[in-house]
């Protein structure tokens, strides 16, 4: 199992929890950006930077990722994407994307889209907060305890 993270808008708490559960559990983590990332000195973290472009990142993971892998992404395309190789998906305010509700969340995503590209204001996700930060570490230890148990 690897963990992969698109990184381009992982939240910076998130990220330290990821470093931490990765030493911790000595599971492979990978962070993918289209900028330079930091990441702290351990043989089991790394950084890929992609070119700019929309979606790169996003289309590095779906490449890459295998059955059994956990995706951290808010992106609702990647997930689908990452769901479809059998992979498990945590965004990072602790939800986790099923196969059971993917589609929903991709019929959402496509009805919002509808109402901003006509001109409807739909605003956007409330701020991240510290209960997020919380939620995202209890679903990921829960869910890491499960996945390296196997």
Known sequence: MKIWVDADACPGPI???????ADRLKVPLTLVANKPLRTPPSPYIRAIQVPAGFDVADDRIAADVQAGDLVI???IPLASAAIAKSAHVLDPRGERLTPENIQER??????????RSSGV???GPAPFSTRDQK???DQLDRLLQRLCAR
């Open 15 to 21: 990220r330290d929890i990821l470093f931490r559960a």
């Open 73 to 75: 992404t808010a992106d």
């Open 106 to 115: 991709l019929a959402l995503r496509g009805f919002m889209e509808e109402l």
């Open 121 to 123: 204001q739909t605003g």
């Open 135 to 137: 939620a995202f570490a």
